[in-house]
């Protein structure tokens, strides 16, 4: 479902070297599947019905349902792990139910954007969900308790605790709060790490609540991950793609650039960005992860990527079939505009033909590869995070780190929680 062309290799790193990558590492692919040499108590993942199959989408669906039926607004509390996929899902897709919205909260200590989201909260029927692995972090713990002091507020307590559903480990002090004061606990997946629960009800719930076929996502990451444990290793795209980004590494390149021409996967370049910076940023090793939205930013990064540093790899996130709202014609004009080439073209048709003249213009000069999916829906979105989350194991075992930890986020937590007065 999910397509890696190369054709844009050549500069650095080319097809030939992804084989030799390839034959030089015999044995990869079946270690990861094994769950070796890293990650063996956190590859629920791996196994997307580990942690979404048919009682668990039925348990979504059935507490999605209960909070439907009282509400109109979720707000994921939620950083990192605990929001991106959900988010990426909602903004590429979304909103597929005018009537269930999802906003965003535990992703920012800004007061004025806190503020700003109580105050769209007015008139609405609100409720929250709030996830959080361990229940340390700073932003969702602090933005929770504000909502839910908010919630009491304005409806008691009694009724706000019927509409508060967290998510996170037991035996964390989010679940003695949850049984305190009687709000909904739902388990966060034991082996799976944050940036890795796409797949599972930690992002299923808010999307369910929205009115993302679920369903359909899970069954596109299902086809995908049977897809890649079926092809061989040479055919496995995941695989290469992991390989090219190694080659890229070692080649001297130090960036690699997720660039898209649908700013509609704008978020999903943040999920993406999240999972492979904080699955290989360590022991001074990664390509750096970054994003840009085209055609917009190849008016500010274009110039650098063309001519600058020579440091970049880029990856293009392309979508093949348009969907049906992605046709819009544009007419002739009675002036003289001076675009009069573009007379009766479509929109689509436009920015397909200049992603493939950046694509060609950027690969004479840097490693270029896209990875391509079939349509914009849920199917596909599950496919893509079942790829990445898949190709982003790889990539750091050939890098040689363990993809599951994080242990560079540990030294600011600590200064942030100790300048906040936190006794641990
Ligand atoms: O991938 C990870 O494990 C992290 O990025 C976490 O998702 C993120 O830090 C949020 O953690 P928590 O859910 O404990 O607040």
Redesign the pocket.
Known sequence: MIRLNEEGLGCKVSTQDIERSLAQHPSLMESCWAGTPHGTDWLGWLSVDQWAGPQELARIHALADRLRKKTDTLVLI?????NNAARAVLSALGPADPCHRVVYAGNTLSAWTLRKLLESLEGHEVALFC???????LE?GSSFRLLRQHLVSQIGKRAAAERIVCNGTPGSDLERLCSDEGYTFTTFPPNV???YTALTATHLLPLAYAGIDIDALVKGARAEESELRRLPDHTNPALRYAHLRSLAGRSGLTIELLASFEPRLADFGLWWQ?LFG?SEGKQGRGLFPACARYSEELHSLGQYVQDGTHQLMETFLDIAEPGPDDHLVLGTSDVADGFGYLDGADFWDINKTSFRAVLKAHASVLPCATIEIGRLDEQHMGALFYFFMLSCYCSAELLGVDPFD?PG?EAYKQLMHHALGRVE
């Open positions: 939620g950083v990192g792990g605990s996830v959080a692995k361990n229940f340390r972090t969702p790490g944050g940036r999240q904080e994080q986020v």
